[in-house]
């Protein structure tokens, strides 16, 4: 065999390979993509699972816009103070008084984000059926995991398993 042959044969064979890679590549990338759609809004989560009207999608819709409104600008804050809590970790002489006035703040905010979410939820019960309010009881705490965002990679956690380590209240 002439070794322009032997050339020809090799070129023709990593072709081929090449071209089988980036097929499996593109398969396994699509398939990949349908195993994990991407997460529905919690909006759309609460639309189905309670059956909300049009009067009433139209209702939650305008709350969901008050409340981003509301909650977008204390995020804000609260990106900012955190910021500032953590670039004292450069400072070698930082005041114990200073750090502790931003944590107070990041805290501070992050209540008030709190109690803006417990009341838009509140309203939103409120436009719901007796029957739908049966059901957003039961899903609530789905929906402000998913508000939350996905947890550590691999469904890892650190830390304490979920729950605030308070006794339930009455009635739960």
């Not at 981003?68 to 900012?80: D, V």
């Not at 809590?85 to 703040?105: A, C, H, P, R």
Request: proline residues 8%; contains cysteine; charged residues 25%.
């Amino acid at each position: 065999m002439s070794t322009l042959f032997r050339n020809k044969i090799l070129t023709g064979l990593v072709i081929l390979l090449l071209i089988a890679n980036i097929t499996t590549i593109i398969v396994f990338w699509m398939g990949m993509k349908k195993m994990h759609p991407a997460p529905k809004p919690p909006s759309a989560y609460i639309i189905k699972e309670l059956s909300l009207n049009d009067k009433q999608q139209e209702q939650y819709n305008t709350m969901i816009q008050q409340h981003r409104k509301q909650s977008r600008w204390i995020q804000e804050q609260i990106r900012n103070y955190k910021d500032s809590f953590f670039n004292l970790l450069s400072n070698e002489n930082t005041n114990d008084s200073i750090k502790n006035n931003l944590s107070v703040k990041i805290a501070s905010l992050n209540r008030e984000l709190d109690l803006i979410t417990y009341d838009h939820f509140k309203e939103v019960r409120k436009i719901c059926t007796p029957e739908q309010q049966r059901k957003f009881d039961g899903i609530i705490k789905e929906v402000l995991r998913m508000m939350a965002g996905p947890g550590p990679r691999g469904g890892r956690r650190d830390g304490p398993p979920p729950g605030d380590g308070l006794p339930p209240l009455p009635g739960n």
